[in-house]
Each structure stands twice: as structure tokens, then as C-alpha cells.
């Protein structure tokens, strides 16, 4: 009979040393990103991946699966999974930040078990590296590169049902296999690389791959990773916008560019210095020294790997996968990062398991004590690295900041930074930005779109109207150039030809709310309320929490003599942003024109407390104070609304 060891020989507390094992890779992550957990949103986090407003209904969740467009890209897991996580953190960063750690530790702790399965030395210190690695930070720390980790946690669900189904050839191990490889491509397309890695796996293990027994049930699965790779080609060029002069490559530079690459994330793996969000965008054309040293380096590798395949397999094994799971990224296939950079580290995430598997392998055969030590050392000195870098994901300022530390000429940082300061309502300290972005690359769209915005902000809009209709000559079908352009039209009084452009905008965004709302505005400027009403209605519809939208529609309703329905919109405006001085002075004076001048006065009150410099404010509390008779402190409120805006 096989003896088994008490329980209190492999138990600490009840706990399975496995257990305790998995529980302190979690402890370590979480420890090791902890500054991540308290950053914000950037970049394309909102609206691109946190459910927006017009999708958090159940009929959302059904436009995510059925409607190709509603999201950025057609990766509906992912998209259901954040309209999840919004019912639960509405839109409080923090707990994306948790989910997002968690599964990166969950997808270490797979990484693992899939190693130990598999027997590979060092499996534990090949997650534990994985776990503590600094280029995972841009994946982890990253809201939207929540597609990585999860992706990957189904990646290797996937890969370790299959592994138990090519032991046993059960049935209920393929099903659940297959059934976690097309969840984990409804994820990110990056996981169509999992069935040539398992005929990778195959060969590793047994020196040779058998068509049935290998080949056959890999068969399903190769023909879902087509068509989901051909979808997400689609989405890419039609929908992100991987397509234009910076893509067109020829052969020789997408080989050069796919030689190089490899190399690049393997230096970054091994020494993990001056990790940034954007790297430099590297030359093309290639020139021929260039072009076939990289190639010349990596043919020749791949060939000694090759001659020693019999003695070493591990080696020729792990560059296959390496490379291979690189494969979307290498050059070969255009998608929207490219046009700033051919490289960025969430490129790697997967890619980096088998070069860190490999790494893990040959340390732990230098003996334990040896192994613990050099292990130990090298968690430690990643967790440090892991733990700053994560810092620098704090929020844009920081982030695009230290991207132009380490890359000056990024445009696209420039242009990012420009946005942050814009949206924090700094938009003067925004145009620098996007005039220097517009200094490396004169053609960038959506640089001149943002500062024609920000001209727009600022009231200038005749400086705003000629950016605005160059990067629509760049770009015919750029939705938000459209609107810009009507917002710097309605602003100088040509109301025709503003609404055309917001119509236009409509056409190529049907669910942009703030188009929508800027149709119903410039109507309504021209004296027409309740033809506007409907266009606001559409824009709260599309966003429930537009406070624009919910003031402008009440103030429609109160010159339509409709006050009783205007007060809800009103409330809910302030309920939204109590510290609107605008919601305040506008409420304050639809309460006038009601008859309800005490509340009209307290309104008032808040405006010009809220924002002292606004001459409408303080006129339209004079108009109140006026109406019950407090004429001396109506004068001083004329008076001051008259000395912050003079008759011209």
C-alpha cells in the first residue's frame, strides 16, 4: 500500500503548502503594484473601454455583442466584463485597478500550474518573475490592457484543460479547453496564437508531432484564430484607424522591422531600464546594413537552435513560442500603435511567459541554495523596479510627462498631455503642446483638431476654424473634427453652416451625444427652443449623466412654458455637479421668469460664489433681487456685472 503523509506534514494551519505558495504570489503582486491601485484614468480608458453612458443598459450589453462599432473594438468579452465591473465601481478607477492586478497575479499563478504540469524546473520563480516583471506594469497598471490579463488568464485556462486532455483524451477536457481558447479570443485576438504554441508544447515533450494525435483536435481551434484575426484586421483599419501614409511599408521594412523586434522585448526583459508608455518610432525605410543584421541574428540563432534541437529542445522550443506569440505584433499586420511606435511593452505580456519560463529553468539547476538566492534576488530587484514604474501610471500628467522625459519628440505624448491639461479645464496651457506636436508632424489630425478645440474654449474661434478644417482635409471622415468645426461656427455666428457640420458628425458617429447636443444648442441659439429640445433629449439618452445637455433642455422647457418639467433637469444637473455655477445661474433664472425669487435668489447666491467673475450671474441675481424689492443690493450686482462685461 502507498504510504500517505499525515496531513500535518504537508499542512501549515490547515493550509496546503500549494496554497500558501499561490496566496503569496498574490500577496507579492499586490504589493509590488500597489501605486497602481490609486491612479486614475488615461488615455483611451474613457470612453474607449469603460462602458460609456450609452451602453450601461441591458440593451447595451446586447449593442456589445451584436452591434460591431458600439465598442471600440469587437472584443465583446472584454466589453461585458466592464459593463459588469461599472455596475459594481461606476466609474471610481480604484476598482478596475484591483480587478486588473488580481488577474495578472491569477494569470502568474496559472503560468505556474501550467509549468509544474508540464515539469519544467523553477515553475514557481517563472511566476513569481512574471508576477514582479516591470514590462508587465503597462499591461497591468493599464485600465484598457485589462484585454492582456484577462485574455491570458483564459489563455492558459485554456492551454492547461488542453494539456489534460492530450494525458487522457477526455471529451469534457477538450469542450472545456475549446470553449476558454474562444472566450479568451473574444478577449484579445492575441490568444490565436495558443494552438501553434500547444503543437510547440507537443514536440517539446514527445520530439515529434503526430497529425491525430496533435494536429487533429487543434484543427477547430486554428480555423477560430483565422477568422478572429481576420475581424480584428477589419476593426483595426475601419474602425481604430490603422490605415494611411505611416503604414505603408514596404516588404523589406516590415522583415527588417520583425527582425528587430524580438531582439528589443528580449533586452527589455533582461535589463528593464528606461521602460517608457511610447517608445521611439524607428526609421523606415530600413536601410540593407540594418535590415539583414537583425535578420542575420535571429536566422542564425534560430539555426543553432535547430542543430542542438535533440539535445537542448527547451531552446528551439521557447524561441518558437516566443516568436510566435509576437507574431500580431512583429510589423506584418498593421494596427493603431504603429503609428507612433513599432514596439510598446503590453506587446509582450504574453509573448514574455516562455523566455521567462526559460530563464526560471536554467537558475533553479544551479542547486537550491544557489537558486533560492539568485531567485530571491531577482524577485526583489523586479518588484523595486515594478513598484516605480506602476508610480508613473498615476494619471496623464504624470505618465505623458515622463514619456516626453525619455522620448522628446513623442508627438503623440504631446498631443495626450495636451488633452489632460484640457480636460482638467487648462486649455491655454494645452495649445504649447499640440503646437510642438504639430513641429514633429504637421499632418497629425487629431492634434489640430484638439487645438482648434481648445481655440474653441478660449473663445477663438476664428484662429480655431482654419486647424480645424485642415485636419478635415487630412482626414475627411473625422467625426470630431466636424463637430469642433461647427462649435467655431456657431461661435461666429453662422448657424447653416454649423449645423451641417453637426449633422455630419452625426452621420459618422450616430451615437455621438455631444454632437447631438451641439446640433440642439446652435438651433436653440437662433431662437428656435423647441425645435431643440428633441436633440437634447437624444444627447441625455445617449448619456444620462450630460449635464450640458440636462441644463440646456431645461432651459428649452422653461421658454416654452414648460417650467415644470425643466425643474427635474435642473435637479438632476446639480445633483450631478452641485458646484456648477452655470446648472446654478441658470436654474436661478429659469425660478425668475416662475415667479420663484427667493429660491431664485439662493441660486443666484451660489453662481457668484462659485464663479465671481461671471457678469451673467451676477445680473441675473440682480434681476431677482430686484423682484422683491431689494434694489440697493440689485444695483451693486448690476454694477459689478457691468464692470466684469462692459457694453461694447
Same mark, same amino acid.
Given at each position: 500500500?502507498?504510504?500517505?503523509?499525515?496531513?500535518?506534514?504537508?499542512?501549515?494551519?490547515?493550509?496546503?503548502?500549494?496554497?500558501?505558495?499561490?496566496?503569496?504570489?498574490?500577496?507579492?503582486?499586490? +504589493?509590488?503594484?500597489?501605486?497602481? *491601485?490609486?491612479?486614475?484614468?488615461?488615455?483611451?480608458?474613457?470612453?474607449?473601454?469603460? =462602458?460609456?453612458?450609452?451602453?450601461?443598459?441591458?440593451?447595451?450589453?446586447?449593442?456589445? !455583442?451584436?452591434?460591431?462599432?458600439?465598442?471600440?473594438?469587437?472584443?465583446?468579452?472584454?466589453?461585458?466584463?466592464?459593463?459588469?465591473?461599472?455596475?459594481? !465601481?461606476?466609474?471610481?478607477?480604484?476598482?478596475?485597478?484591483?480587478?486588473?492586478?488580481?488577474?495578472?497575479? %491569477?494569470?502568474? #499563478?496559472?503560468?505556474?500550474?501550467?509549468?509544474?504540469?508540464?515539469?519544467?524546473?523553477?515553475?514557481?520563480?517563472?511566476?513569481?518573475?512574471?508576477? %514582479?516583471?516591470?514590462?508587465?506594469?503597462?499591461?497591468?497598471?493599464?485600465?484598457? @490592457?485589462?484585454?492582456?490579463?484577462?485574455?491570458?488568464?483564459?489563455?492558459?485556462?485554456?492551454?492547461?484543460?488542453?494539456?489534460?486532455?492530450?494525458?487522457?483524451?477526455?471529451?469534457?477536457?477538450?469542450?472545456?479547453? =475549446?470553449?476558454?481558447?474562444?472566450?479568451?479570443?473574444?478577449?484579445?485576438?492575441?490568444?490565436?496564437?495558443?494552438?501553434?504554441?500547444?503543437?510547440?508544447?507537443?514536440?517539446?515533450?514527445?520530439?515529434?508531432?503526430?497529425?491525430?494525435?496533435?494536429?487533429?483536435?487543434?484543427?477547430?481551434?486554428?480555423?477560430?484564430?483565422?477568422?478572429?484575426?481576420?475581424?480584428?484586421?477589419?476593426?483595426?483599419?475601419?474602425?481604430?484607424?490603422?490605415?494611411?501614409?505611416?503604414?505603408?511599408?514596404?516588404?523589406?521594412?516590415?522583415?527588417?522591422?520583425?527582425?528587430?523586434?524580438?531582439?528589443?522585448?528580449?533586452?527589455?526583459?533582461?535589463?528593464?531600464?528606461?521602460?517608457?508608455?511610447?517608445?521611439?518610432?524607428?526609421?523606415?525605410?530600413?536601410?540593407?546594413?540594418?535590415?539583414?543584421?537583425?535578420?542575420?541574428? %535571429?536566422?542564425?540563432?534560430?539555426?543553432?537552435?535547430?542543430?542542438?534541437?535533440?539535445?537542448?529542445?527547451?531552446?528551439?522550443?521557447?524561441?518558437?513560442?516566443?516568436?510566435?506569440?509576437?507574431?500580431?505584433?512583429?510589423?506584418?499586420?498593421?494596427?493603431? &500603435?504603429?503609428?507612433?511606435?513599432?514596439?510598446?511593452?503590453?506587446?509582450?505580456?504574453?509573448? #514574455?511567459?516562455?523566455?521567462?519560463?526559460?530563464?526560471?529553468?536554467?537558475?533553479?539547476?544551479?542547486?537550491?541554495?544557489?537558486?533560492?538566492?539568485?531567485?530571491?534576488?531577482?524577485?526583489?530587484?523586479?518588484?523595486?523596479?515594478?513598484?516605480?514604474?506602476?508610480?508613473?501610471?498615476?494619471?496623464?500628467?504624470?505618465?505623458? %510627462?515622463?514619456?516626453?522625459?525619455?522620448?522628446?519628440? #513623442?508627438?503623440?505624448?504631446?498631443?495626450?498631455?495636451?488633452?489632460? *491639461?484640457? $480636460?482638467?479645464?487648462?486649455?491655454?496651457?494645452?495649445?504649447?503642446?499640440? @503646437?510642438?506636436? *504639430?513641429?514633429?508632424?504637421?499632418?497629425?489630425?487629431?492634434?489640430?483638431?484638439?487645438?482648434?478645440?481648445?481655440?474653441?474654449?478660449?473663445?477663438?474661434?476664428?484662429?480655431?476654424?482654419?486647424?480645424?478644417?485642415?485636419?478635415?482635409?487630412?482626414?475627411?471622415?473625422?467625426?470630431?473634427?466636424?463637430?469642433?468645426?461647427?462649435?467655431?461656427?456657431?461661435?461666429?455666428?453662422?448657424?447653416?453652416? +454649423?449645423?451641417?457640420?453637426?449633422?455630419?458628425?452625426?452621420?459618422?458617429?450616430?451615437?455621438?451625444?455631444?454632437?447631438?447636443? $451641439?446640433?440642439?444648442?446652435?438651433?436653440?441659439?437662433?431662437? $428656435?427652443?423647441?425645435?431643440?429640445?428633441?436633440?437634447?433629449? @437624444?444627447?441625455?439618452?445617449?448619456? &444620462?449623466?450630460?449635464?450640458?445637455?440636462?441644463?440646456?433642455?431645461?432651459?428649452?422647457?422653461?421658454?416654452?412654458?414648460?417650467?415644470?418639467?425643466?425643474?427635474?433637469?435642473?435637479?438632476?444637473?446639480?445633483?450631478?455637479?452641485?458646484?456648477?455655477?452655470?446648472?446654478?445661474?441658470?436654474?436661478?433664472? +429659469?425660478?425668475?421668469?416662475?415667479?420663484?425669487?427667493?429660491?431664485?435668489?439662493?441660486?443666484?447666491?451660489?453662481?457668484?460664489?462659485?464663479?465671481?467673475?461671471?457678469?451673467?450671474?451676477?445680473?441675473?441675481?440682480?434681476?431677482?433681487?430686484?423682484?422683491?424689492?431689494?434694489?440697493?443690493?440689485?444695483?451693486?450686482?448690476?454694477?459689478?456685472?457691468?464692470?466684469?462685461?462692459?457694453?461694447?
Amino acid at each position: 500500500m502507498q504510504h500517505h503523509p499525515n496531513r500535518a506534514q504537508v499542512s501549515f494551519l490547515g493550509v496546503d503548502p500549494a496554497w500558501m505558495t499561490w496566496l503569496g504570489l498574490y500577496a507579492v503582486t499586490l +504589493a509590488a503594484f500597489l501605486p497602481a *491601485l490609486s491612479a486614475g484614468f488615461i488615455w483611451d480608458d474613457q470612453p474607449g473601454h469603460v =462602458t460609456r453612458p450609452g451602453l450601461r443598459s441591458l440593451a447595451g450589453l446586447w449593442q456589445i !455583442w451584436g452591434e460591431p462599432g458600439a465598442t471600440q473594438q469587437y472584443y465583446p468579452l472584454l466589453h461585458s466584463f466592464f459593463w459588469l465591473q461599472h455596475l459594481v !465601481w461606476g466609474d471610481a478607477p480604484f476598482g478596475y485597478h484591483l480587478v486588473n492586478v488580481l488577474l495578472h497575479a %491569477t494569470a502568474a #499563478c496559472l503560468f505556474g500550474v501550467v509549468l509544474l504540469r508540464l515539469q519544467v524546473p523553477g515553475a514557481r520563480l517563472a511566476a513569481l518573475l512574471f508576477a %514582479t516583471h516591470p514590462v508587465t506594469v503597462e499591461s497591468v497598471a493599464w485600465i484598457s @490592457e485589462q484585454k492582456n490579463t484577462l485574455s491570458t488568464v483564459l489563455y492558459l485556462g485554456a492551454a492547461l484543460s488542453y494539456l489534460r486532455f492530450a494525458g487522457n483524451r477526455r471529451s469534457a477536457d477538450y469542450a472545456r479547453a =475549446t470553449v476558454l481558447f474562444a472566450l479568451a479570443l473574444l478577449t484579445k485576438t492575441v490568444t490565436a496564437t495558443l494552438p501553434a504554441a500547444l503543437l510547440v508544447v507537443q514536440w517539446w515533450r514527445h520530439g515529434r508531432i503526430e497529425i491525430r494525435r496533435d494536429v487533429g483536435p487543434l484543427l477547430p481551434w486554428f480555423g477560430l484564430a483565422v477568422a478572429a484575426g481576420l475581424v480584428t484586421l477589419y476593426f483595426e483599419k475601419s474602425f481604430i484607424g490603422a490605415a494611411g501614409a505611416e503604414f505603408a511599408l514596404a516588404p523589406a521594412d516590415r522583415v527588417a522591422i520583425a527582425s528587430r523586434v524580438p531582439w528589443f522585448y528580449l533586452g527589455k526583459l533582461l535589463w528593464p531600464g528606461q521602460l517608457v508608455f511610447i517608445y521611439p518610432r524607428w526609421e523606415v525605410p530600413v536601410s540593407p546594413p540594418a535590415l539583414w543584421g537583425f535578420a542575420g541574428l %535571429t536566422a542564425a540563432l534560430l539555426g543553432a537552435f535547430f542543430l542542438v534541437r535533440r539535445r537542448r529542445p527547451a531552446l528551439l522550443a521557447t524561441a518558437l513560442i516566443f516568436g510566435g506569440s509576437l507574431f500580431p505584433a512583429l510589423g506584418f499586420f498593421d494596427v493603431y &500603435p504603429f503609428r507612433f511606435s513599432f514596439v510598446a511593452d503590453h506587446f509582450q505580456y504574453l509573448a #514574455c511567459l516562455g523566455p521567462l519560463a526559460l530563464a526560471a529553468a536554467v537558475v533553479s539547476r544551479f542547486g537550491r541554495p544557489t537558486a533560492l538566492a539568485a531567485g530571491g534576488a531577482a524577485v526583489a530587484a523586479l518588484g523595486v523596479l515594478t513598484w516605480h514604474q506602476s508610480g508613473t501610471y498615476r494619471d496623464g500628467f504624470t505618465l505623458y %510627462t515622463a514619456t516626453l522625459a525619455r522620448n522628446p519628440a #513623442c508627438w503623440m505624448a504631446h498631443n495626450n498631455l495636451a488633452e489632460a *491639461l484640457a $480636460n482638467a479645464g487648462r486649455p491655454a496651457e494645452a495649445i504649447p503642446h499640440l @503646437e510642438q506636436a *504639430l513641429r514633429l508632424w504637421p499632418d497629425f489630425p487629431e492634434a489640430l483638431n484638439n487645438l482648434g478645440d481648445d481655440l474653441n474654449r478660449l473663445g477663438r474661434a476664428a484662429e480655431a476654424l482654419p486647424h480645424l478644417e485642415r485636419a478635415l482635409a487630412l482626414q475627411p471622415g473625422f467625426a470630431a473634427a466636424h463637430n469642433n468645426r461647427g462649435i467655431a461656427l456657431a461661435q461666429l455666428g453662422r448657424f447653416d453652416e +454649423a449645423r451641417r457640420g453637426f449633422r455630419e458628425a452625426l452621420r459618422l458617429q450616430p451615437r455621438d451625444a455631444r454632437a447631438r447636443f $451641439n446640433l440642439g444648442l446652435s438651433i436653440a441659439q437662433e431662437g $428656435n427652443p423647441g425645435e431643440a429640445l428633441p436633440h437634447f433629449t @437624444e444627447a441625455i439618452r445617449l448619456d &444620462p449623466g450630460y449635464t450640458a445637455a440636462l441644463v440646456n433642455r431645461a432651459i428649452a422647457l422653461t421658454l416654452t412654458d414648460r417650467f415644470a418639467e425643466a425643474v427635474p433637469d435642473f435637479e438632476r444637473a446639480l445633483a450631478l455637479e452641485p458646484d456648477s455655477a452655470e446648472s446654478h445661474n441658470h436654474f436661478g433664472r +429659469a425660478l425668475v421668469l416662475a415667479g420663484r425669487y427667493d429660491d431664485a435668489i439662493a441660486h443666484g447666491r451660489r453662481a457668484v460664489e462659485l464663479d465671481p467673475r461671471n457678469a451673467d450671474a451676477h445680473r441675473n441675481l440682480a434681476h431677482a433681487l430686484r423682484q422683491v424689492g431689494r434694489v440697493d443690493e440689485a444695483v451693486r450686482h448690476y454694477d459689478q456685472a457691468l464692470r466684469l462685461a462692459p457694453p461694447r
